[in-house]
């Protein structure tokens, strides 16, 4: 099994930035895809940007030239840069791994972290 971890999320201004980080248990760099998602109160889980294993970097309309996804393979750990924060990025933020094990792919996901955008 694969734990993953996420923090930096925080009440932040429009126009403020943050980065979230998520810490994996496991290799990152074994993972067939890697993301952070999100679910803003009363809608559906999207899609906020992922990386599949060969670098293939997608992102959310919404997030396109003011988040970007990164990581650092060292330290097992997956970052989102979120800069230019807007209301309408308030959400629960989720780190969400695909890994193979057991024969299968398993999809792993974080605990969620709160980001919320007010003036």
């Known amino acids: 099994q694969v734990q993953l971890v996420e923090s930096g999320g925080g009440l932040v201004q429009p126009g403020g930035s943050l980065r979230l980080s998520c810490a994996a248990s496991?290799?990152?760099?074994?993972?067939?895809?890697m993301g952070w998602y999100r679910r803003a109160p009363g809608k559906q889980r999207e899609l906020v940007a992922s990386?599949?294993?060969?670098?293939?970097?997608n992102y959310a309309d919404s997030a396109k030239g003011r988040f970007a996804f990164s990581r650092d393979n060292a330290k097992n750990t997956v970052y989102l840069q979120m800069n230019n924060l807007k209301p309408e990025d308030t959400a629960l933020y989720y780190c969400?791994?695909?890994?193979?094990?057991?024969?299968?792919?398993?999809?792993?996901w974080g605990q969620g972290t709160q980001v919320t955008v007010s003036s």
């Open positions: 496991a290799m990152i760099s074994s993972a067939n895809t």
């Open positions: 969400h791994a695909i890994f193979w094990h057991g024969g299968t792919w398993m999809n792993y």
């Open positions: 990386v599949s294993s060969g670098g293939n970097i």
